[in-house]
């Protein structure tokens, strides 16, 4: 039987605001429920019990994986606003913010090995592949969140580069979710991979439609200030591919509006943008976005399960391609 | 056949250095390599293996363990130095002042799971209870650094209060090392909790050793400079107790010191070492470490393997309460 996402959604909220995190000290244990509290699309967990329902109506089995993995991710979160020192996260003050940086560091140390808590409780035939997946992924994830650092000091940055590393930072995490919900339902060894590509691509696009979002999203419907990556010179596929197709003039525009130390913004979003439109770079974002997008359909088709199983997940990879937040 | 403690430090040491780290991003690895090659005295991993040594031959399955506690320990002492904004470890620079913040956040975080990917080469069969005893020990070393802050900020710690910080934040790494050699080495549970308590006693009085050598080192042989622990006002087990057994002139005299800003260093640590010394505060505290070294030699003559293997924890045991340094 396949599960409603609503069903799915609710197991994943129920089983977080009932994690036993009401634990001394106070002081570590407070930002993590705090920033567990804060929400968000729990797509990761979602994907790991929709993988896990491809091949079994008990998705208990599965449930522990998915906490790991919105655990996990959430962690990332923390320590990335703090490194990037960034204010506010879904409306509210990031943790460092609202307490101080020493409690970031330490209380993002603690979510991480909670994390691995939750690993360990996956079935225990399927221990070692889940703990090895999960520890390759979260290495995998380390490494994209340097490289993305590391490219805000370049500026000879390709796509290519880029693509590399928006796969470790977001692709592989989204791909493990999947994965993680097959090993936990016992799947085959094949079709756990199937949907570890399925995720990736679903990731790669999810990312370039992040990239698109910021600068032709509908700002009453994506709730943030559009033009925040241009503002802050954010190398994303838009600018690196810019950089990588404009002419002279268009060249030494781009290079003035990033060198700038004082600006108007509206301006500078309006010239940077002015340029993405002249390079025809929403269309080239677009299409790359829709091949991942494809490959990932591609893969999902593969999967040796019923196509009627497959809705949910198919229903939830197109909204996340055609979301407009 | 029991190794000599040279060449299980040889293992630990070979096996370190070792280390698959070449990796990319360099940014990312270079730090924890250098870490990892400044040295320290490899206790931990040193007790891991003594620990399997003592009920197999072949501590070769003990290693990975062995590596994973010593990767996790310098991956905490990689976060508390950023905390506490130590510029210096072991006579170099710290990651943080090496490099910079973001890189000991990532770095240190990168270890963690570097530490996770060694304690799932244990052997299988060992695997679920490993797992659960390092995350275990993993989170209360983190609840023990934040009790450790949360003291720094309070003026009624009592020494009860002091223990049990210590005990979480150096004690139970100390035991985990010892249990995870056993578990290695396929004891029986009994005996991998014996070790296990004799870790936690000999951690408590390695940790009030730490702190009498702050004051009653000699300067030679401790090689850094003494009463590093009273120009900091740090809540060690001495300060506590002297709070705690003081007259009223000595109390304010300790306030005093304690919330001068601007002071002449031996000036403040000569005033606070002679209240320590009317207080007979060495004695004090040397009573309680012997105490707990007792507690210690009595869980270690309850492991059921003949004495004369147990001759290297011993010394080891030993050494760590008469040393120097």
Chains 1, 2 share one sequence.
């Not at 079994?56 to 991710?73: C, G, Q």
């Not at 560091?105 to 703990?131: N, Q």
């Not at 802050?232 to 268009?250: C, G, P, R, W, Y």
């Not at 600006?263 to 002015?274: G, P, Q, R, S, T």
Request: proline share 2%.
């Amino acid at each position: 039987m396949t599960h409603s996402t609503e069903k799915l959604i609710n197991m994943i909220e129920n089983k977080i605001s009932s994690l036993p995190l009401n634990q001394e000290p106070q002081t570590l244990f407070e930002p993590i429920q705090y920033i567990l509290s804060l929400g968000g699309k729990r797509i990761r967990p979602l994907l790991t019990l929709m993988a896990s329902n491809l091949f079994s109506d008990d998705t208990e089995a599965a449930l522990n994986a998915a906490i790991a993995i919105e655990v996990f991710h959430n962690f990332t979160l923390l320590h990335d606003d703090l490194m990037d020192k960034s204010d506010m996260r879904r409306g509210k003050q990031t943790v460092h913010k609202k307490w101080n940086p020493n409690t970031a560091i330490l209380s993002g140390d603690a979510m991480l090995i909670e994390a691995y808590k939750y690993i360990a409780k996956v079935p225990v035939d399927v221990l070692p592949e889940a703990l090895n997946l999960f520890t390759q992924t979260s290495m995998e994830v380390c490494q994209g969140q340097q490289y993305d650092m590391d490219f805000e000091e370049r500026d000879d940055v390709s796509v290519e580069e880029y693509i590399a590393m928006i796969r470790l930072k977001t692709a592989v995490l989204v791909g493990c979710s999947l994965k993680m919900g097959a090993l936990a339902a016992n799947s085959s060894k094949q079709d756990a991979d199937y949907l570890y590509d399925f995720g990736i691509n679903i990731g790669l696009a999810f990312q370039l439609k992040d990239d698109l979002l910021d600068v032709y999203g509908e700002t009453a419907k994506f709730g943030k200030k559009l033009g925040g990556d241009i503002l802050n010179n954010k190398k994303t596929f838009l600018l690196i591919k810019a950089l990588e197709l404009s002419n002279k003039d268009q060249n030494e525009e781009l290079n003035k509006w990033i060198s700038l130390e004082k600006f108007d913004n509206d301006e500078k979003i309006n010239a940077v943008k002015n340029i993405y439109n002249e390079l025809n770079l929403k269309s080239i974002a677009e299409s790359l976005m829709k091949k991942y997008y494809l490959a990932a359909l591609n893969s999902l088709s593969a999967v040796s399960v019923a196509d009627n199983k497959k809705t949910e997940l198919t229903n939830l990879a197109e909204s996340l391609m055609y979301r407009e937040l």
